[in-house]
């Protein structure tokens, strides 16, 4: 499959200020937890003769628990309740999550953030309980951020692609949304960064069409490719 170079979209003027702040999805993003969900969740499926392909996977990306396991039931016509789904594959994610490995760039930049001073956040839909068993491996760069929002925080009414969880995030960094940038792997999380008047850069898995990214403000292939001084922050 062709590999697709960074494409820069002009950012309207009115929101082209210096990244002050800068806000992290993580599933799939900075944590290779994607192929964990998908091998769970096959094994589930297969017991029902149903086959868990990234047709389906597409839509479920970057969207609440809930809401993903009500996709999954309904694509799959599964016999079961997406809150059967959600309860079984929680059992069998508490062993493999402690072991997910992080994806290519994604400390260093955290670490190079960090280092000169840079507020961040992670604004993740995945429920406390699970995003504390995921970084199990990566404590170390993940204290790093000031502050970490779940898809479980009581603050949060809406999950993405509304903005509720940016627009949170932010406010606890005391971030404005024109001087902070969103990193986010999925269509949805896109949508709720720009919902959230803010630039988004999309590093979508290779696996995603493209077109699904409208209004990205840059589009990488791993975050091994960003350049910070594009956005007026420290360079490497």
């Not at 999954?72 to 994610?93: F, H, M, Q, T």
Request: proline fraction near 7%.
């Amino acid at each position: 499959m062709p590999t697709c170079s960074p494409k820069p979209v002009q950012p309207a003027a009115e929101r082209a200020a210096a990244v002050t702040h800068v806000l992290f999805d993580m599933d799939g993003l900075l944590l290779d937890t994607e192929i964990i969900y998908t091998e769970v969740t096959q094994r589930i499926v297969a017991r029902f003769g149903k086959s868990f392909d990234w047709n389906v996977k597409r839509k479920m990306i970057g969207r609440p628990a809930l809401e993903a396991a009500q996709i999954l039931v309904k694509s799959l016509a599964l016999p079961i309740s997406a809150e059967d789904y959600l309860d079984e594959r929680n059992g069998l994610l508490q062993r493999d999550f402690a072991s997910c490995k992080a994806l290519p760039g994604a400390e260093k930049l955290v670490r190079h953030l960090h280092r000169h001073a840079i507020p961040m956040a992670v604004a993740s839909s995945s429920e406390r309980s699970l995003l504390d068993l995921k970084i199990t491996r990566h404590t170390a760069w993940f204290d790093l951020f000031t502050v970490v929002v779940s898809g479980d925080d009581p603050a949060i009414r809406r999950g993405k692609p509304a903005p509720d969880i940016f627009i949170i995030a932010a406010a606890r960094l005391g971030a404005a949304p024109a001087s902070t940038l969103v990193f986010e792997d999925s269509p949805y999380g896109l949508a709720a960064g720009l919902a959230a008047n803010m630039r988004v850069v999309a590093v979508p898995d290779s696996h995603m069409d493209k077109s699904r990214y409208p209004g990205a403000d840059l589009m990488l292939n791993s975050l091994l490719q960003f350049a910070p001084q594009r956005y007026g922050l420290p360079r490497f």
